[in-house]
């Protein structure tokens, strides 16, 4: 690979360098970004690479707002945190089935949210959570909800000359139980990529929930469905009769293409049966508890 | 293309390479004569290049080899002990059968390192997950995970006693 490697120690000069060289690309973990540059996907005369700068290493909370997932935290960390196992456990299960464990040791969720492919497993859970997108830049920093980030595949809203630091995850609420299943499909379960992926996040608070449902792989850009939200959150029940209603609107709300991985109508089947899934787990465990 | 000289510790050896911008690892380690890691698909699928850099095992034609600047990376070659003594891993993995045409074992024997450090008694899951990002076309895997569970019952008697002292 014919690139000249920059290794600067700080994101004020990593915006130096985006300045002085516009067309850099920056490499975080590099997982996807060394194969798009070999297979000639992408051109690059110039890399960025993060790896040394202290700021945006690791997973950093903030008392009583949330997580901050800094944007060298590698996918291993985040299986690893405690805190996001608890109330982002959704999180940790997608991050469990991306790639490999070698993989994850050095792919990062920023990465995945700033690759943004239709399949990326982080990102329905990040939906659910309702994540922030945080970038610093040549102008002011700026805060973004991730529904709004990704506009295509492999398209953010991502300005010029600016870099991502963090993604944050909101702090549920006092007294606030989450529960929370990633659910999905491969054709084998490692280094594959999601044929469908759904995401459930219950919020209970006593006897009531506010549900969060979240898919990938189903459409042009990972989404909520924010119509199923809303009839089980007046619901507050699942049930079978509940069940049809919703997976109907959810199936509605998709729009999967038949690719090498699987066809429209095999995706359209299992986004029946995983909604339906996720929902009766999430419902069944939150309950009970 | 700028050349940079990159010191870091190689199977427990201070050692130098020159390396340039955009070399992997894997080019970088088997231009110093380090064969026991492979070059397989070169994109991060097969884990026959697969080493240890620092407690964590990667890819190693997924790393820039300047990125291993002042790091300790460790390959099978580095498992081996004075007198050529063989790793109780490498050991099972021979013991087992867990070799046919041998180009994926040196990776498998990095991973099973990496796994055996952080669950010393994996179950057959943790196995399978471990190994998960390394591909053997000639074994069927069963003989690589029994190697997997032999080697991890030899590394009880050391590891406990280290304990104890």
């Not at chain 1, 898919?215 to 699942?238: D, T, W």
């Not at chain 2, 698909?41 to 790393?63: D, F, N, P, R």
Request: net charge negative; aromatic share 6%; charged share 25%.
């Amino acid at each position: 690979m014919d690139f000249a490697l920059l290794r600067p120690t700080s994101l004020s000069e990593v915006l130096e360098m985006m300045n002085e060289y516009p067309k850099a690309r920056l490499k975080a973990g590099g997982t996807d970004l060394l194969v798009w540059i070999k297979k000639g996907l992408i051109s690059a005369d110039h890399v960025i690479d993060m790896g040394l700068i202290p700021e945006i290493k690791g997973i950093i909370p903030n008392e009583g707002e949330g997580i901050h997932i800094g944007a060298m935290a590698t996918l291993s960390d985040v299986i690893c945190h405690s805190a996001i196992q608890k109330d982002y456990p959704d999180l940790t299960q997608a991050c469990r089935m991306h790639s490999d464990p070698l993989i994850r040791n050095q792919a990062t969720v920023v990465g995945n949210v700033c690759s943004a492919v239709p399949s990326g497993d982080c990102i329905p859970p990040l939906l659910a959570h309702r994540a922030l997108v945080h970038t610093v830049g040549s102008k002011e920093p700026r805060v973004m909800p991730l529904e709004k980030w990704i506009i295509a595949p492999r398209t953010t809203r991502i300005l010029p000359e600016e870099v991502v630091s963090s993604v944050f995850l909101p702090q549920p609420e006092e007294g606030i139980r989450v529960v929370g299943r990633y659910l999905r499909i491969s054709r084998r379960k490692a280094l594959d990529l999601a044929q469908v992926g759904v995401c459930c996040v219950m919020e209970w608070k006593k006897s009531s929930f506010q549900t969060y449902l979240s898919y990938g792989a189903v459409s042009a850009v990972p989404f909520r469905c924010l119509e199923a939200e809303q009839i089980i959150n007046e619901a507050q029940r699942v049930d079978e009769e509940l069940l049809q209603f919703v997976v109907d609107l959810a199936v509605g709300s998709v729009q999967p293409i038949s690719d090498v991985r699987a066809s429209q109508e095999y995706r359209i089947q299992m986004v029946r049966e995983l909604t339906r899934q996720a929902l009766m787990e999430c419902y069944l465990e939150g309950r009970d508890q | 293309m700028n050349r940079y000289r990159v010191r870091f510790v190689l199977n427990h050896q201070p050692t130098q390479m020159e390396v340039k911008d955009g070399q992997t690892l894997l080019r970088a380690l088997r231009e110093l004569g380090v064969t026991s890691v492979k070059r397989g698909c070169e994109e991060g699928e097969c884990g026959a290049c697969t080493v240890l850099i620092g407690s964590k095992a990667y890819k190693s034609c997924m790393i820039l080899a300047r990125e291993v600047e002042g790091k300790e990376v460790l390959t099978s070659e580095g498992l081996v002990t004075v007198g050529s003594k063989l790793h109780p891993i490498q050991k099972a993995f021979i013991e087992e059968g867990a070799i046919q045409c041998g180009f994926c074992t040196p990776g498998m024997i990095m991973a099973t390192y990496a796994l055996l450090m952080e669950h010393p008694h994996p179950s057959k899951e943790e196995i399978m997950d471990g190994l998960s990002g390394n591909l053997c076309r000639c074994t069927g895997y069963s003989s690589i995970f029994r190697a997997v569970e032999k080697a991890s019952k030899i590394f009880d008697a050391p590891q406990e006693k280290e304990g104890e002292a």
